[in-house]
């Protein structure tokens, strides 16, 4: 029974971790797990060639050849792009909560609503609200990588920090690594410990 000791807490450590490398962050501008996030983003919510009017037809191509897997999907201007990454900071956002950041000020954008696998538009709708972001850090910048849809038409609070809280992603970089590095140490330990 004694070879089964050591197994336990290395299994526990093993779903611990997995836990942990699922989770997403509980702050803004800490390190992203996902290297690629930014580009996610930007590919899906400020792509070029959107169509410029409100033509079912032309929506319905333009979301087919995207692919029509989320069924409802929402689209910031590209002239936009300086604006929407300036929610990641403390000029442009202020903290809502775990990693979402609210803009300061409001923005235009469309939602169109499809039916999935088929593409059909049920609705092309302009919106101006407050943009709702996830920001992550990213190669030492604060960047957004998640739309939150803004259902309640919430505002940001004047009494808010701001996104970045005072910090910079350096240095939620920096802490997370240093997070690591206790997670790595106390695992050798626990490890070393259930060996005796």
């Not at 004694?2 to 509980?26: E, F, M, R, T």
């Not at 709708?125 to 803004?150: D, M, Q, T, Y």
């Amino acid at each position: 029974m004694s070879g089964y000791q050591g197994l336990l807490p290395l299994a526990l450590l093993g779903l611990w971790l997995c836990h942990i490398s699922l989770a997403k962050n509980d702050a803004p501008c800490q390190r992203s797990r996902w290297n690629n996030a930014y580009d996610t983003f930007l590919r899906r919510h400020v792509p070029s060639g959107t169509p410029s009017g409100y033509d079912q037809n032309a929506w319905k191509e333009y979301i087919s050849s995207k692919g029509c897997d989320r069924p409802t999907q929402s689209f910031l201007d590209p002239g936009d792009l300086e604006r929407v990454k300036a929610v990641c900071s403390d000029r442009g956002g202020q903290q809502l909560k775990e990693n979402l950041c609210i803009s300061r000020e409001r923005f235009s954008f469309v939602t169109v609503r499809s039916e999935p696998k088929t593409c059909g538009i049920r609705t092309i709708k302009r919106e101006s609200k407050h943009l709702i972001l996830a920001c992550e850090a990213l190669e030492n910048h604060c960047l957004p990588v998640h739309f939150e849809g803004n259902w309640q038409d919430l505002k940001p609070d004047n009494n808010a920090r701001g996104c970045q809280g005072g910090g910079n992603a350096a240095g939620a970089a920096a802490g997370s690594r240093i997070s690591w590095l206790w997670l790595l140490m106390s695992s050798g330990l626990l490890l070393l410990t259930s060996s005796q």
